[in-house]
């Protein structure tokens, strides 16, 4: 059994609700034909689809994670080779299971058994060259059911949520191993700067899917990568333990949003989810799914943003393909499309935090070459090294951050504080400080630690004492700490992070590359953090409901000079919109209106008003 399986006390996780088995018939198509249920109660119907997506018979083994209803789950392909007649060559079967609700459930700790599991049963298959499994065969299935079937209203813990240091640096247990979170750094150097237009709709709660050919696991992973962003804001402030007395998350008492729960991660959904999608889309709380069903793209009113990594492949060299979904006039009685895709990267405000991000991208320097790091279909193929002038978007991109900084300034100097939480305090935000390495002495120079905008990048020898005495619990951690430590060059070692294998434990190399893993996620998640610390406290100022904390129904105008004071574009019709986002979930009843006319924009140019 997998160390992540089981917990500090060495039992599985005792989450599940249903095990279930899918397949493939020449004749009936996709269908369930065997179950184990906690209760008669509980309905599988459907899941038959979301776990064998169209696509997934062209690769051999692939992972999927889904929803069926209120539950999470997740589920092993396996592409069989069979001489039957009618099946082509190939039986395609999926062996999955259901979580029970919970407020942070986590399906990956069971991957690792899930894989091994099924390839016991289906071994035994082989060996006997038996194809369809009797009764007796699923015998192994029920053990682990009884092992891992949820027998407590606590879950013994199992889907609790105690901040990102708990999740991801948790001495007592190994629930990093096999955690999606750990992926955070590879989803920003496959979105580049377009990564944080990703953001802004995970905290503005919009409707996000994600197209992907097979194998679909990389997809599934980051879908929950980017519900991660947010996370930790977006909880009910009651569920984080958070300290009212630190100056940065001391406005999280007071901020209540419509819907106090993380952004839905749906997983994978076909076309049979069409009403799944829109349903959960109504409720506000906003979702993010991936597909391989193309037909999506011709249905831009089911989504909000729509990502798709199939244009980004190792022999393209090139960025996934942002769309915007945008709804377009109709004239009475037509029936033409109601919205329309629009392509888009990011706005010129994203500089400033992803010159933050990508700085630490760069201290900790790891390219995975696993292939559930790669976002496409393409993962067998090698990663030729090609000039970056075959994309046009690199390109486009270089010039976009060359020409920010020249029209606005020092856009990484121009205000840390929004990415940084320097001494616990916001007293700081919206400082000047000079372009350049605030950390040179004539020691050499020093990787900045908790408070300092890149918290607990790589470099320390004893990396993992410096994570739980800088007080890196989020939201709750104390971002007070204002210590140095020493660093060199030679200190950020460009490895390749094995995320996806059990690795050694005891291979000092392993562990060290794991916890400068560890260290960037903790670094990333804080800077995201901080840069939404500050736009949500920026709100409270601006609305007078929630300062108050009496609900209101009301209307406040601003003009694109406010928008600046958020750190965001005053020509970016995005960022209005994002702004807009934000007043609907935090307001209490307050809406917010940019108002863009050229009267505002001539007086924010010129200084006027």
């Known amino acids: ?20 088995h899918a397949s493939f018939h020449p004749t009936k198509g996709n269908l369930v034909d065997w179950c184990l249920k906690a209760s008669d109660d509980l309905e599988l119907d459907g899941v038959e689809f979301s776990t064998l997506p169209s696509g997934l018979h062209l690769v051999d083994r692939d992972v999927v994670y889904f929803t069926k209803d209120t539950h999470s789950g997740v589920c092993v392909f396996r592409r069989r080779r069979t001489a039957e007649q009618g099946h082509r060559g190939f039986r395609l079967t999926s062996l999955g299971v259901l979580l029970v609700k919970s407020t942070r459930p986590r399906p990956w700790r069971h991957v690792a058994a899930l ?9 035994s298959l082989e060996t006997r060259g038996v194809s369809e499994p ?4 699923w015998g192994p299935a029920r053990v682990f059911f009884e092992e891992r079937k949820v027998r407590r209203a606590d879950l013994s813990g199992a889907g609790e949520w105690y901040g990102w240091s708990h999740e991801l640096d ?11 979170t750990m ?4 989803l920003l150097r496959i979105l580049g700067p377009s990564a944080l237009t990703l953001y802004k709709h995970v905290l503005g709660r919009r409707r996000i899917l994600i197209y992907t050919l097979p194998p679909v696991e990389a997809a599934c992973i980051l879908c929950q990568v980017a519900a991660d962003i947010c996370y930790a804001a977006q909880l009910d402030p009651l569920t984080n333990d958070i300290n009212e007395n630190d100056p940065v998350t001391q406005h999280y008492t007071r901020l209540k949003g419509k819907t106090q729960e993380g952004i839905h991660v749906l997983g994978m959904v076909t076309l049979s989810d069409l009403d799944k999608m829109d349903r959960e889309g109504k409720t506000g709380r906003g979702w993010v799914a991936c597909t391989t069903d193309a037909i999506f793209m011709d249905k831009p009113s089911y989504y909000d943003l729509l990502i798709d990594l199939t244009t980004s492949t190792p022999s393209k060299t090139s960025r996934p393909t942002l769309y915007l979904s945008k709804p377009q006039p109709q ?10 895709l629009t392509v888009f990267r990011f706005t010129w405000s994203d500089i400033r935090l992803w010159n933050e991000l990508e700085r630490i991208l760069q201290l900790d320097g790891d390219q995975c070459a696993r292939p559930c790091c790669r976002p496409s279909s393409e993962a067998d193929a090698r990663n030729k090294p090609s000039s970056s002038w075959t994309d046009p978007w690199r390109i486009y991109e270089d010039v976009c951050i060359v020409c920010a900084g020249l029209w606005m300034g020092s856009w990484r100097g121009n205000s840390v504080a929004s990415y940084s939480t320097g001494n616990g305090s916001l007293a700081n935000w919206g400082s000047i400080r000079l372009e350049g390495d605030d950390d040179l002495t004539v020691d050499g120079t020093f990787v900045r630690n908790l408070g300092m905008g890149i918290e607990g990048c790589p470099g320390s020898p004893n990396s993992k004492g410096m994570r739980r005495s800088s007080g890196m619990t989020l939201p709750a951690g104390n971002a007070g700490a204002d210590r140095r430590q020493p660093s060199s060059s030679s200190a950020v070692t460009r490895s390749m992070p094995q995320l996806c294998s059990n690795g050694d434990d005891t291979d ?3 562990n060290e590359r794991r916890d400068r893993q560890i260290l960037t996620t903790l670094a990333l998640l804080q800077t995201f953090h901080a840069n939404t610390s500050f736009q949500l406290s920026r709100l409270i100022d601006l609305l007078p409901s929630v300062a108050s904390g009496t609900p209101e129904i009301s209307m406040i105008y601003i003009t694109p000079k406010d928008m600046v004071s958020f750190e965001l574009g005053p020509l970016s019709s995005l960022d209005a919109r994002y702004l807009e986002w934000l007043a609907d979930e935090y307001g209490a009843g307050t809406q917010i209106v940019v108002k863009r006319g050229w009267k505002d924009l001539f007086g924010m140019i010129f200084g006027f008003g």
């Open 134 to 137: 009797s009764e007796s065969d």
């Open 115 to 123: 894989r091994a599991l099924a390839d016991s049963i289906y071994l």
């Open 170 to 180: 948790n001495p007592d247990s190994e629930l990093s191993r096999f955690n999606p």
């Open 183 to 186: 992926h955070l750094s590879h």
């Open 331 to 340: 004239p009475p009685g037509s029936k033409g499309p109601t919205h329309r």
């Open 1 to 20: 059994m997998s160390i992540d399986a089981v917990d500090s006390r060495g039992r599985a996780p005792q989450d599940i609700v249903a095990i279930f």
């Open 508 to 510: 000092p190399e392993t």
